[in-house]
């Protein structure tokens, strides 16, 4: 691939065996469970991965197990893996310009379970990805190397787990005392399941035992089968599985969303799960607090100088092609989003327009 695409469509690998469209067909997922070196992974939509109402800068991170601080982290895996190139900036344009959530039907009870929602999911599945993964670091990789130590002071990386081919799975980040966590433990993953292996069949157990990142549940109705392997068919399914109140961590939880809720609430709750996307009103999420409360106390500590400084879109690409992972230039003093439409060439934004 020789030239910035902006359409996922084109080739992400050198002989255009895979595009981001093979799994994401429309920016969307393909419905099936794929094995990683991370373990059994569900396709994610594309559409959630950006808040497109407020805030273009305000990504979440990928992959169920964080192990991606953002769309352009996967600059390493097109290149080295796959053997393209330059798509990814033009990709990560794509999905944040292009891709949209599909719309469901609103009938007019929606009502009680907004309520429930608010009172027991918004605080992880609220936020206008309609998931509280916020990328709030300021790096961007997380970390250059994998397994190697994150660049911004207040990312923890959990350590590389016995026999685990190096992958980051970035856990938490504080600043100045503030912290907030990017995995969490819902209870379930079963570490004694046998799907819970990693592809060829390699030694030593799934990622997974620390939690999950948050998935988005916007227009969530249209994306089964649910849950990082697919574990769920319907939505109905999800609840005895996912861990919810005091004992809805570890597995297996003994605390569900169907123990904890009244059939009542579970029916309402399905009402307006079914209802979610893009027109949607929005809640508040854990994410978004701490987005507020960063902003209220100042500058986080500076990370230690940038050994490659990111100028812009283009420069990223050329550096790519180098093989040397760009970084973003550490000098902005406060929360630093990845990607921000500040560094996207101008013909990108008239393409954008026109889409
Ligand atoms: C403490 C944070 C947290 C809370 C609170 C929470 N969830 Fe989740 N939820 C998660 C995590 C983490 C996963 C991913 C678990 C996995 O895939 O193994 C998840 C997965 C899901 C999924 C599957 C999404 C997909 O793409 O496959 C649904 C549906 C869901 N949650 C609904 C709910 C509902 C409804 C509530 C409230 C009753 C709720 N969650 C409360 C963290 C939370």
Redesign the pocket.
């Known amino acids: 691939m020789k030239k910035c695409n902006l359409y996922m469509r084109f080739k992400q690998s050198q002989d255009a065996w895979s595009s981001y469209g093979s799994c994401h067909p429309d920016g969307l997922a393909d419905g099936v469970t794929w094995i990683f070196g991370t373990g059994p992974r ?1 396709t ?2 594309l559409d959630g991965m950006f808040n497109k109402g407020t805030n273009m800068s305000d990504q979440g991170l990928l992959n ?1 197990s964080a192990i991606r601080g953002s769309n352009t982290d996967f600059n390493n895996n097109s290149r080295a893996t796959q053997g393209g190139c330059e798509a990814l900036d033009a990709q990560t344009l794509w999905i944040f310009a292009a891709v949209r959530a599909l719309n469901q039907p609103h009938p007019s009870n929606v009502q009680p379970g907004r309520d ?2 608010a009172a ?6 609220g936020g206008a990805k309609w998931t ?1 993964s916020e990328i709030s670091h300021r790096d961007n990789p997380a970390a250059v190397a994998p397994n190697g130590a994150p660049l911004d002071p207040g990312v923890t990386r959990l350590p590389p787990a016995t026999n685990i081919p190096p992958a980051n799975e970035f856990f938490s980040f504080t600043c100045n005392t503030l912290p907030i966590n990017y ?4 209870g ?2 079963d570490v004694d399941n046998p799907l819970e292996i990693r592809d060829n069949a390699a030694a030593g157990t799934a990622f ?1 035992v620390n ?7 916007l227009s ?1 109705n249209y ?10 068919q319907t ?1 109905e399914e ?2 005895p ?4 109140g005091p004992g ?1 961590v570890g597995f297996p939880p003994t605390t569900t ?1 169907q123990t ?2 009244t059939a009542q609430q579970q029916a309402d ?1 399905l009402v307006f ?1 079914k209802s979610i996307d893009g027109t949607t009103p929005r809640f508040r999420s ?1 994410g978004d607090v701490f987005r507020d409360a960063l902003r209220l106390q100042g500058p986080c500590p500076p990370p230690t100088a940038p050994s490659v400084c990111l100028l812009g879109w283009s420069v990223r690409c050329k550096e790519a092609r180098l093989g040397t992972e760009p970084r973003r230039c550490a000098s902005v003093p406060t929360l630093m989003h990845s990607q921000s439409m500040v560094n996207v060439p101008t013909s990108y934004r008239r393409h954008i327009r026109a889409l």
């Open positions: 569900q994610k939509p169920w429930v929602f027991n999911c918004a605080s992880c599945h509280k995995l969490e433990d819902v379930t993953f997974g939690g999950f990142n948050v998935p988005s549940l969530i994306h089964a089968p649910y849950l990082h392997r697919g574990q769920a939505l999800v609840f599985l996912h861990g919810l809805g969303i904890e809720l709750l799960l854990e």
